[in-house]
């Protein structure tokens, strides 16, 4: 985010999307999250994709997400393409360049994975990944991402309510943030043992308690139907729909509740550039750039496929109540 980038990958236009909007021409109905969000009323498994998205994770989790619950929709724009979604990545644990997360994340081995529930909760402790979600109903969540550097894409997520997992480790009352830790592992995450790097690992991020519990926030498990792939955030990652993509931190390792606002990688980094709460916000500029358009993958030099950026990305129905009396200039 420091270092601007300005090529492009150009887009491939054949992808398992077109196999997946036929099925998804199947499905209208029922309003679940509130007024501009269509949940699917017909039990579809999640999208079949093609040879793109090989059959990855353990078991356990491609049995999960093969039952997972027919799709929410929370736009009906254009599913950016696999490949832009899987190789035009922030991931900076794996380098700074777009394509280096795929290029460098093939040696991640993200199972068994561990994670630690920690701070304000009945039963702290490190747990197994699969422990943690068994019982729990994955579910296929189509987002906006809107990153700060004004890209963003359209993705379907396989994933569930952050709030089903914090509600069974029941939150003290003195819970008021949640925060998330990235996993520190300079052997298989390169960057992490350069000299050059800016950040000091790992890479951390956190929510307010009612943003956490939101029925839109997502810990995501795997996208177009499969497992994640190491580049986004294998084998789990937060996704914040209303928020710019660094607030979605990937390849999670500790969830801790708090009383105080946790640090936050970037924040830290340039606090007068990124905020803590990081919405997405047209009218409020970054201080380098402006935040009042977009552009969605795939984009090009002579199709640059710029449009017109969406308070809180297009969540404003689902959340501006959350920051009521918020001068969001003052809290960006
Ligand atoms: N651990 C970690 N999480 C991260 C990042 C990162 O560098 N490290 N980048 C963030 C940024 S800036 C964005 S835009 C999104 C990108 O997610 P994607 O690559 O799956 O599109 O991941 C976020 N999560
Ligand atoms: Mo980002």
């Known amino acids: 985010?420091?270092?601007?980038?300005?090529?492009?990958?150009?887009?491939?236009?054949?992808?398992?999307?077109?196999?997946?909007?036929?099925?998804?021409?199947?499905?209208?109905?029922?309003?679940?999250?509130?007024?501009?969000?269509?949940?699917?009323?017909?039990?579809?498994?999640?999208?079949?994709?093609?040879?793109?998205?090989?059959?990855?994770?353990?078991?356990?989790?491609?049995?999960?997400?093969?039952?997972?619950?027919?799709?929410?929709?929370?736009?009906?724009?254009?599913?950016?393409?696999?490949?832009?979604?899987?190789?035009?990545?922030?991931?900076?644990?794996?380098?700074?360049?777009?394509?280096?997360?795929?290029?460098?994340?093939?040696?991640?081995?993200?199972?068994?994975?561990?994670?630690?529930?920690?701070?304000?909760?009945?039963?702290?402790?490190?747990?197994?990944?699969?422990?943690?979600?068994?019982?729990?109903?994955?579910?296929?969540?189509?987002?906006?991402?809107?990153?700060?550097?004004?890209?963003?894409?359209?993705?379907?997520?396989?994933?569930?309510?952050?709030?089903?997992?914090?509600?069974?480790f029941n939150p003290t009352s003195r819970a008021k943030y949640v925060a998330f830790t990235t996993l520190e592992d300079p052997k298989q995450m390169p960057e992490q043992s350069s000299y050059f790097s800016s950040i000091d690992w790992p890479y951390v991020e956190g929510l307010r308690m009612d943003e956490a519990m939101h029925p839109l926030t997502l810990l995501a498990v795997g996208l177009y139907g499969k497992a994640l792939p190491n580049q986004s955030g294998a084998p789990f990652r937060l996704v914040v729909p209303w928020k710019y993509g660094f607030k979605s931190i990937k390849s999670i390792v500790k969830i801790e509740l708090t009383e105080k606002e946790p640090p936050t990688t970037w924040s830290q980094i340039a606090p007068q550039e990124y905020g803590f709460y990081a919405n997405v916000n047209p009218k409020v500029d970054h201080p380098r750039w402006s935040q009042a358009s977009e552009r969605r993958l795939p984009s090009s030099l002579f199709s640059p496929n710029i449009i017109p950026t969406q308070m809180f990305n297009g969540y404003a129905d689902q959340v501006a109540s959350l920051y009521s009396g918020m001068d969001l200039r003052t809290y960006f």
Request: net charge negative; glycine share 6%.
């Open 1 to 168: 985010m420091l270092i601007k980038k300005a090529s492009d990958i150009p887009a491939s236009e054949i992808t398992p999307e077109s196999i997946y909007r036929a099925r998804r021409d199947f499905m209208r109905g029922a309003v679940a999250l509130g007024a501009s969000v269509m949940a699917g009323n017909v039990l579809a498994a999640p999208s079949q994709v093609s040879d793109q998205a090989k059959d990855r994770g353990p078991d356990w989790l491609r049995q999960q997400i093969a039952g997972a619950s027919p799709r929410v929709i929370t736009t009906d724009e254009k599913l950016t393409p696999y490949d832009n979604v899987t190789h035009y990545n922030n991931f900076y644990e794996f380098g700074y360049r777009k394509e280096e997360p795929a290029e460098r994340s093939g040696d991640f081995n993200p199972y068994p994975w561990k994670v630690e529930i920690a701070g304000e909760v009945d039963k702290p402790g490190m747990y197994d990944l699969e422990d943690l979600l068994k019982g729990i109903t994955l579910e296929e969540r189509i987002y906006r991402l809107r990153c700060v550097e004004a890209w963003s894409m359209v993705i379907p997520w396989v994933g569930f309510q952050l709030a089903t997992l914090l509600k069974r």
